[in-house]
């Protein structure tokens, strides 16, 4: 280990951040400025930790090593960049470049209000998104985790109506309260535990491949054990979307798409998923979790991560179909959210070596890939105020550079080469098989929710390629009440019916018994026109403002869907302005890269290292070929 304030810096670089865009609120392109300059220091300061780390080095940083004060009865509010933080950094700060300029597309092409307070809380999400990656013990993680649910508020209660405060509570109340409440309490589970095998001092820090402190424990208090290792999981899985603790995502879409994108598909969700790989690699171990037996009626003794594999089994297929029901676009890639995040805990719940190289790897091969489907769906929206599939008849030939993007996106949720997802899910699927026994039900599961996703998302990709305006088939895809009622299915022209119920923006609405309002990404659609008896927004300097089009070549329609005539053709250099086309273009670049040179990409790399660390060998080649049991035994060694 070496002693190290980079860690600390790359934390505190996004704090600076807010400082100065804050007081740059009066000069928007200074403001705007800062969040790209910060983002890339970030970007920096991570990467020169890599190298190092690789090797095997790992940074740390304390408040009682650097200025002698205690933090909290004998434990340290401490920083350490090792493999895994590394990874989870590394994903974020990267991808926060390129967000960052798509934000300031988005938010000056719809002349959003309060851009200050936007580009502020953005910046305070990342640095403490950072701050749990390169957390040391729970503690310390605890409170970025709280930190992260409380800073990122504003930016799901952005456009301050009604929705989006009903969605801003519900985000708090699940992930701050809920969530936050079960990781305290297993945290302080894990702190009792340790202390007593340590003579009053408890053991908190992260060690690769568990806390031995804790293992010790468990043999004498595993009740105690296994009920904090299932707090400190749900408590991480309500972040993690995991059933049923998973409605607040979709609801969360109400927020501004690059909110969506980076912080639904990356920082927070993300947040959640890295929390349960900390505590099963670096606070339980595999060995721990699969030797402390847990009794089942009926069924017998299984291990701790029987119970985690099936939620997310559970998860994964049933928000799959859930999203084949959703017509709004945003609002279908939430629920498909939620399915790929359960793959990253199904896949470290299967505890194989390959099934937990593949776990880890499918967090930058979904980032990448759903990074670039909300992308896609926020220059939908600013270019022709869409929001609903059934309304995206022919919108290939408007956007065809967005939808190209979509449509390779979407085959790497389906996990189909050539896209990064192909080659997480295939790493899960052999792992699965390693195993064997009642783990092929996981591999089938996996195998089902790949299907699922084609089936949710080739409606998008065929409507937009395949269907022209005026000839197109209803969507969703599902033909039953739970799937879409079926007054949806043959709408007679100057019709407007929600497909899966719940009330359109453009006055259209279904009674199907719900109150599932489908308009979540504005109140309007879109914010170029201010309607009217609407109080008009405010800018940073307190005048009144009234949206307006700025670029003159939009169609001239505000409801969504095709302009009278149908949609313009427009070639994919000028479908949308630069600042969002070349943040589209490079993270679908990215899912592709590392979807054909796995070998080559670092996150790879990373992951391999991460797993040889938590199996105990000094090679991968070690591991290759040996079954749970084997790969147990070698770290028993």
């Known amino acids: 280990m070496v002693e190290s304030v980079r860690p600390l ?35 920096g300061i991570v990467v020169s930790m890599l190298p190092a780390v690789l090797s095997g080095t790992v940074y740390t940083w304390s408040l009682s090593d650097s200025l002698g004060v205690e933090f909290l009865m004998g434990i340290d509010f401490a920083l350490r960049a090792d493999p ?61 985790y709280e930190l992260l649910s409380l800073v990122t508020y504003p930016l799901v209660a952005h456009n301050e109506d009604s929705e989006a405060r009903i969605a801003g509570r519900k985000y708090l109340a699940y992930t701050f309260f809920g969530g936050g409440v079960l990781l305290l309490a297993g945290t302080v589970l894990i702190y009792w535990l340790t202390a007593t095998v340590n003579g009053g001092n408890p053991t908190m820090a992260f060690e690769s491949g568990g806390i031995e402190a804790l293992a010790t424990a468990a043999q004498a208090e595993p009740v105690y054990a296994q009920a904090a290792f299932f707090l400190l999981i749900a408590g991480f899985g309500v972040k993690a979307a995991l059933m049923p603790v998973h409605s607040w995502l979709a609801d969360a879409m109400v927020a501004p798409t690059p909110v969506s994108g980076l912080l639904h598909a990356v920082a927070v969700v993300k947040s959640g998923a890295f929390g349960v790989a900390r505590v099963i690699l670096d606070v339980y171990g595999p060995g721990l979790i699969h030797d402390l037996p847990l009794e089942v009626p009926g069924i017998g003794e299984v291990g701790l991560n029987i119970p985690v594999a099936v939620v997310a089994a559970f998860t994964l297929t049933a928000a799959s179909i859930i999203a084949m029901r959703k017509d709004h676009l945003k609002r279908r890639l ?26 880890l790897f499918h967090i930058p091969a979904h980032a990448f890939a759903k990074l670039t489907l909300f992308f896609c769906a926020g220059s939908i929206h600013v270019e022709t105020h869409t929001d609903y599939i059934s309304d995206m008849a022919g919108i290939g030939k408007r956007m065809p550079l967005t939808m190209a993007a979509f449509t390779v996106g979407a085959a790497g949720m389906a996990g189909l080469p050539p896209v990064a997802g192909f080659v997480s899910k295939f790493y899960m699927l052999i792992g699965s098989g390693y195993v064997g026994g009642e783990y092929w039900l996981f591999a089938a599961v996996l195998l089902l929710s790949g299907v699922l996703n084609i089936a949710y998302f080739w409606p998008v990709v065929y409507t937009a390629f395949f269907e022209s305006e005026d000839r197109h088939d209803a969507k969703p895809v599902l033909e039953f009440p739970r799937g879409g009622i079926l007054e949806s299915y043959g709408v007679t022209s100057g019709e407007s019916v929600a497909a899966d119920g719940g009330e359109r923006p453009d006055g259209g609405s279904t009674d199907n018994g719900s109150d599932d309002h489908e308009y979540a990404v504005d109140r309007y659609p879109s914010d170029h026109t201010v309607p009217d008896g609407v109080e008009p927004g405010r800018s940073d300097t307190g005048d009144s403002v009234r949206a307006v089009d700025h670029h003159g070549d939009h169609d001239d329609h505000l409801t969504g869907g095709p302009p009278t005539g149908g949609w313009q053709r427009h070639s994919p250099f000028d479908e949308s302005t630069w600042l969002m086309l070349v943040p589209i273009t490079i993270i679908v670049t990215g899912a592709v890269v590392l979807g054909i040179v796995p070998d080559y990409a670092v996150f790879l790399d990373l992951a391999t290292t991460i797993v040889e660390g938590v199996f105990g060998v000094d090679s991968f080649d070690q591991l290759q070929g040996l079954s749970l049991e084997e790969a147990l035994e070698v770290v028993d060694e």
């Not at 938010?107 to 809380?121: C, I, Y």
């Not at 939430?334 to 593949?358: D, E, K, N, W």
């Open 9 to 43: 810096v790359a934390v505190l670089v996004s704090a600076l951040a807010i400082v100065l865009i804050v007081a740059s609120r009066r000069r928007p392109n200074v403001r705007d400025g800062w969040s790209v300059l910060a983002a890339l220091a970030k970007f």
């Open 84 to 144: 895994l933080g590394i990874f989870f950094a590394l994903l974020a700060s990267f991808l926060w470049i390129f967000t960052s300029f798509y934000a300031i597309g988005y938010m000056r092409g719809l002349d959003e209000h309060n851009q200050t307070r936007f580009f502020a809380s953005f910046a305070a999400s990342l640095s403490t998104a950072v701050g749990i990656a390169f957390a040391a013990n729970l503690v310390t993680i605890f409170i970025f």
């Open 334 to 359: 939430a629920y498909s959210t939620t399915a790929q995040l359960s793959y990253i805990v199904l896949g470290l719940s299967i505890l194989h070596p390959y099934a937990i190289i593949g776990a």
